[in-house]
């Protein structure tokens, strides 16, 4: 019975509030959010249809379409993961679209370049860049809470084999 509370006990410890939750962590993620709806609009002005026109790959067309879809989401996904920084998979989930959107935006800042608009080339790369040390943060708050849950759950499955270990050589009462 002491296991059983005390496996209680511990269990809601793995769903604490991770290390560095704050308000703080929940404001980096929506200046992700907030720069990702700036780049929506640029987004829109680009014109990659054009670019093959003058000779550029087809490429473009299905990376800017992707991209366009990853920003998009990426606002959504983060707002929500905002109010619940502390669930994981949704945090791999805003990490990855902004680490896709930072590659996929250097390539089509290139083609905007030569085949479009070079000002507004710099003004996307210059926005995308102003995200980056939100990523940086976001990137080792996410290291910190994988670090922190894998420690509470060697603790509980300590514990769970320590209990296991009790009711197994524990006699049964004679009835």
């Known amino acids: 019975m002491k296991c059983l509370v005390l496996l209680l006990l ?15 962590i929940s404001k980096t993620i ?13 987004m829109d002005q680009i014109k ?14 299905s990376q800017w379409k992707t991209s366009e ?7 959504a996904d983060a707002r929500a993961l ?5 669930k994981l998979v949704d945090l791999m989930k805003v990490l990855f679209r902004v680490q896709f959107l930072e590659i996929a935006m250097g390539s089509l800042e290139e083609g905007l370049r030569k085949y479009q608009n070079p000002a507004l080339a710099e003004l996307l790369n210059g926005t995308r860049a102003e995200n980056i040390p939100n990523r940086e943060k976001l990137q080792q708050y996410a290291i910190d809470l994988a670090d922190q849950r894998e420690q509470d759950y060697k603790v509980a499955d300590a514990e769970a084999q320590r209990c296991r ?3 197994v050589t524990k006699p049964r009462p004679v009835k």
């Open 48 to 61: 990659p249809d054009d670019w093959v026109k003058k000779g550029a790959s087809e490429t473009y067309v």
């Open 10 to 24: 511990i269990t809601p410890g793995l769903y604490a509030q991770a290390p560095g939750t704050t308000p703080e």
């Open 69 to 75: 879809i990853q920003c998009k989401a990426l606002v």
């Open 165 to 167: 270990s009790q009711l």
């Open 82 to 86: 905002a109010q619940s920084p502390d």
């Open 30 to 42: 929506l200046d992700i959010a907030a720069n990702a709806e700036r780049l929506v609009p640029m």
